[in-house]
């Protein structure tokens, strides 16, 4: 067996380290077998037994260990069984968790890949851009090869579908940040009544007062009273491990943790998020040891490893210097501080460092880290001089032995969701720093991210901010200062980069851009800071600038010869931090609407199609008979014996009061005012510009009482404009949309009322319930509505029941009919049978452009009418010439070429003069027929109408009277006497 | 996601609004020139301004009057029909 490696860089305990020595947990990493604490990360728990090579690069493959330790750890990338991308510095370690460093070659220690590197000297910024074009065949082979190379983990395909909820959620006041600023702005606000919610991205709260601050004098115990506090306060939540990454409209906030994702809404939003600790940019920044001061110190306090053995601080701030002590007392030997400020430190932080032996270089850089063999950690810091502008002077050099360099130069405001909300950023010149220039209402910022350093000034600016939030929701006495407590001291140095000649100095180390990078994409003319990024992909990695962008502006300025103020930054979108897909997916809310008999379609073995939001039966398989002969069947049973429909999905009001006349009158194009009661009549719809938009029947069943249907797609939607138009004009009505509410079937064919007539207590007998007749009463038992109508062309009733009585009904109508030979048919026969009828449907062979004249729809249009909608359009198009008329057309019987679909062209010379908008082969006619538009001087019948159709064949149709079948309409009412 | 207020059920998210056009008065059919008729059936202002439009509850079935700022996409108020907004 393997030895398990010795934690030989563990620290004794810390005072608020997050391990359970208790609690050893074996890990294996590529294949070697580790050993750490309960509460190690993957990074810690390598890091504390001397592992420095923790990922390669994404371009280049060089060796990378810990960075940041705060989830931007993007070169740290490892993989197990089921996940993979897991960033190592935040990922937990478990008992048996076996990772490896994903997208190597042979392992992380001696990636082979780390050769792209020889080559990186032909692999400036955008080479794939024009490097991999010609020729092009070959682009796809360069493709796989590049993504290989210089890819991120493995996707497993055959990872298990994961479904994770959803959950809302609401509070008055949310606070992001849980550092001194964020905890006393919750504090505050909480106090004055408000329902507050505090999430903290790390799994503990607390920001800085965990590791930076942790331990020191003037913090002392402030972290545990101000918990104290908050959980006093039972209106004060805090969630720890849950990330803001991104704030939409109206203060809606996407908060994500490790199992799913909350939708809060926030009537007031505080952003005390922090900084980002930012690196320098100088020769092998990137090696392993090189690190954050930040990251040092939460490896101290959180973590107990010794970061290194020996040190070098950069420093260009206070917090370079309290990091310097901190490292020397965890027993880190500090060979120096290199302060980048010719000034140097003046707080009392110098006095500590130097009482502590260690050497201070004041205007003093980096220039090069020293690599070790394999680049796998290094071996000592060059440090250079600067001069007065701030150039490095190789010459005065000096090289110092040490195995790990700790950065403290600089901080960038965790700013993406304040900006996201639409705060602007601007550049403050004497913190060197952008702080937010104008908030938009509700949102406040608080601590670093507002330019606030200072431990009390912090607490202060919480406060502030909690209290300005408090009055903004109406809470009285929570006056505070408009002003944050900024002081002038410079937190970040204003150009932390060393260029040097043989470069590998690295700004965006998820990427791999080098200082050389930006100045080639700037020679080529990308200037700006957003086309800087599109083109170098510089912050377009996985921690999404949150260490480059700062830089890269700082040295797009400089190279631009601008201040950053007018450099400006690129936009901050959402998410702030990369979310699993599985928290983002999830149902979609379209129910698609099924009518009440749908069980019943599926046992007898329907087809369904969707239609809308509904799902309908297309047909009903019949084993053994194709789709072509079933639908055929299907109609001929209508046309010879009987057949059943579901039109459930007919759009049903109910539209009543003292002014339901007046109001059916304006809002359809045909006449109702003398329709009796009992009677129904077609409707026709056009909009105001006199395009028509629906048609149905209306029903007259009392004085001020009608029964409307609408086509199966637009019931909502006519409901709804009906509503606005009542309102509009001021009418006494109202209309109740029924649609769900009531089932609907048609039963029709010429034995329909020998079916029907035992089955209700209504009087079917022709002179008693005449064609166009509606009749309430019951059937099978159900209160019924029932009219007699034609859409099919054949006898017919319509009956409509409550939606759960509707299968009882439809069971029995099949019952009564079997010896009859009933057969249910579906949408396409219904289509079919209507077509030989030369009936309409609106939206198939209608278009946003038809109106009545050009379909042959003038009969419905009563246009001596005081009002209806689309009135004066159409009477603005009567005078104008028609440019298309809706006809009938038929093939001749011998054609047995394809049947034109919907859309194919009608073709005059050499011109498109059509188009076709329905066709089927009728079995009652035995020929192809259809309908299409076809200029007016095509549509005498008998014109031939050439049809491209299959391809780019040209088969001639003719025009032919509508309707195909019965013009008589003999078959559906009562012959006259 | 934003938020609305239906003036009959409150504060709610915007899905279960459906937007209804602008709010026009219609010109008297009988009386105006074509010109104008056309005016009013095709011609919509692009202009970004604070606007009258019609916005429909959808779960309710309530129809009001919204105006809003179309270029900071604000709310301003929202009222039913035939009651007057507060600062008109």
């Known amino acids: 067996m393997a030895k398990t490696a010795t934690m030989s860089e563990r620290l004794g305990p810390q005072p608020g380290e997050r391990i359970d020595r208790e609690q050893p947990v074996g890990i294996t990493f590529e294949g070697r077998q580790y050993r750490g604490f309960r509460g190690d990360t993957l990074s810690t728990a390598l890091w504390a037994s001397g592992v420095r090579v923790l990922g390669r690069s994404f371009k280049y493959h060089r060796p990378r260990g810990i960075f940041s330790l705060c989830g931007l750890d993007c070169n740290a990338l490892a993989e197990n069984r089921d996940s993979t991308n897991l960033r190592m510095d935040t990922t937990l370690i478990e008992p048996g968790l076996e990772a490896r460093a994903v997208n190597t070659w ?25 490097a991999f074009h010609r020729p092009r065949g070959l682009f796809p082979f360069y493709e796989r090869r590049m993504r290989r190379i210089a890819g991120l983990g493995n996707i497993h395909p055959n990872r298990p579908l994961q479904s994770t909820p959803k959950n809302y959620d609401f509070c008055d006041l949310l606070v992001v940040g849980s550092g001194p600023a964020g905890l006393s702005a919750a504090i505050a606000a ?38 104290g506090k908050a959980a006093a306060l039972p209106n004060l939540e ?70 290194f053995r020996q040190a070098v ?14 490292l020397q007392r965890a027993g880190v030997e500090v060979a120096l501080v290199s302060d980048l400020r010719p000034q140097g430190e003046a707080s009392g932080w110098r006095e500590e460092v130097a009482g502590l032996r260690i050497p201070i270089r004041r205007g003093t850089a980096v220039y090069e880290a020293l690599a070790a063999p394999g680049k796998r950690a290094i071996r000592g810091a060059l440090l250079c001089p600067l001069d007065e502008g701030g150039d490095p002077l190789p010459d005065r050099s000096e090289s110092i032995p040490c195995d790990g360099i700790a950065m403290s130069v600089g901080w960038a405001p965790a700013d993406g969701i304040l900006r996201q909300a639409g705060a602007r950023m601007g550049y403050h010149e004497a913190l060197q720093q952008y702080v937010p220039d104008r908030l938009p209402a509700g949102i406040f910022a608080a601590g670093r991210v507002n330019g606030v350093y200072a431990l009390g000034d912090r607490l202060e600016d919480g406060r502030r901010a909690g209290r300005q939030a408090a009055a903004y929701l109406g809470k009285a006495g929570s006056e505070a200062p408009a002003e944050p407590p900024r002081r002038g001291e410079a937190f970040s140095h204003p150009y932390p980069v060393v260029p040097h000649p043989r470069g590998k100095n690295f700004v965006d180390l998820d990427e791999d851009i080098q200082l050389d990078d930006i100045r080639h994409s700037l020679q080529e003319g990308f200037d700006s800071a957003e086309l800087l990024k599109r083109y170098s992909t510089l912050g377009m990695g996985p921690s999404q600038g949150k260490h480059s962008n700062l830089n890269g502006s700082r040295i797009l300025a400089r190279l631009k010869g601008e201040s ?46 969707v239609a809308g939001s509904w799902l309908r039966p297309e047909y009903y398989l019949v084993p053994g008979a194709d789709r072509r002969a079933t639908i055929q069947a299907e109609a001929e049973a209508v046309r010879g014996r009987v057949g059943v429909v579901d039109v459930g999905t007919l759009g049903k009001l109910e539209i009543c009061g003292p002014d339901a006349v007046a109001f059916i009158e304006r809002m359809y194009t045909g006449r109702f005012a003398k329709l009796k009661e009992g009677r129904s009549r077609y409707l026709l719809m056009c909009d105001e510009s006199g395009m028509m938009v629906d048609d149905g029947v209306a029903a007259r069943l009392a004085p001020d009482r009608f029964y409307v249907t609408t086509t199966s797609g637009a019931s909502d939607g006519v409901a709804r404009e009906m509503t606005r138009w009542a309102l509009t004009w001021s009418l006494k009505v109202m209309v109740l949309n029924l649609t769900g509410a009531y089932g609907a079937m048609n039963l029709a064919g010429p034995r329909s009322l020998e079916i ?152 005059h010379g050499n011109e498109i003069a059509g188009r076709v908008t329905s066709a089927a082969f009728s079995p009652t006619l035995k020929q192809v027929i259809g309908m299409a538009y076809v200029q007016p001087e095509l549509s005498a019948p008998g014109t031939p109408v050439p049809i491209r159709t299959g391809g780019c064949r040209l088969v001639t149709a003719h025009v032919v009277e509508l309707p195909f079948y019965d013009p008589g309409n003999l078959r559906q009412k009562e012959r006259p006497a | 996601m934003k938020v609305m207020r239906c003036p009959v059920n409150g504060w709610r998210p915007i899905q279960e609004f459906s937007y209804g056009g602008a709010f026009r008065p219609m010109p008297q059919p009988g009386e105006c020139s074509n010109r104008q008729w056309a005016d009013y059936v095709f011609h919509r202002s692009g202009a970004a301004a604070v606007k009258k439009e019609w916005w429909c509850h959808l779960a309710s079935g309530v129809w009001f009057i919204a105006e809003r700022n179309t270029s900071t996409d604000e709310i301003l108020e929202t009222y039913l029909h035939g009651e007057d907004g507060h600062h008109e």
């Open chain 1, 106 to 130: 042979g392992g992380v220690q001696s990636d082979l890949y780390r050769f792209t590197e020889l080559f990186s000297r032909f692999l400036p910024v955008g080479f794939y851009y024009k």
């Open chain 1, 190 to 227: 909480a106090e004055l009544g408000l329902k507050v919610l505090l999430v903290e991205e790390d799994r503990l709260p607390g920001g800085t007062l965990g590791f930076q601050l942790s331990g020191q004098p003037e913090t002392g115990t402030l972290l545990e009273e101000l918990l």
């Open chain 1, 238 to 307: 805090i969630r720890t491990g849950t990330t803001a990454a991104g704030c939409y409209a109206d203060r809606w906030v996407a908060l994500f943790d490790s199992r799913r994702l909350t939708k809060l809404r926030a009537r007031g939003l505080v952003v005390a998020a922090g900084c980002y600790d930012q690196p320098a940019v100088f020769r092998n920044n990137d090696l392993p040891g090189v690190m954050l001061a930040s990251a040092a110190q939460r490896l101290i306090h959180q973590y107990a490893v010794r970061p």
């Open chain 1, 313 to 326: 601080v950069l420093a260009a701030n206070t917090d370079g210097y309290r990091a310097a002590v901190d």
């Open chain 1, 564 to 609: 950053l103020a007018s450099t400006g930054l690129t936009t901050a979108r959402p998410f702030t931090s990369p979310v699993p897909l599985s928290h983002l997916a999830g149902r979609i809310f379209s129910p698609q609407r099924r009518t009440p008999i749908h069980a019943r379609h599926r046992q007898l073995g329907a087809c369904f199609m």
């Open chain 1, 756 to 907: 029907l007539q035992p089955l209700t207590d209504i009087d079917l007998a022709p002179d008693a319930f005449p064609y166009l007749g509606v009749r309430e009463g019951r059937v099978a038992g159900a209160p019924a509505r029932v009219l007699r109508v034609g859409f099919v062309g054949e006898w017919g009733y319509e009956i409509h029941v409550p939606a759960d009585a509707a299968v009882a009904v439809w069971d029995r109508i099949l019952q009564a009919g079997r010896g009859a030979g009933i057969r249910p048919f579906g949408v396409e026969a219904q289509r079919l049978l209507r077509l030989e009828k030369g009936h309409l449907i609106m939206g198939q062979d209608s278009d946003g452009l038809s109106y009545p004249s050009e379909a042959g729809m003038d009969w419905a249009v009563k246009g001596d009418k005081p009002f209806f909608l689309g009135q004066r359009s159409l009477s603005i198009l009567k005078t104008r010439p028609l440019k298309r008329r809706l006809v009938g057309f038929a093939f001749p019987e011998t054609y047995g070429g394809p049947v034109p679909r919907e859309c194919e062209l009608v073709i």
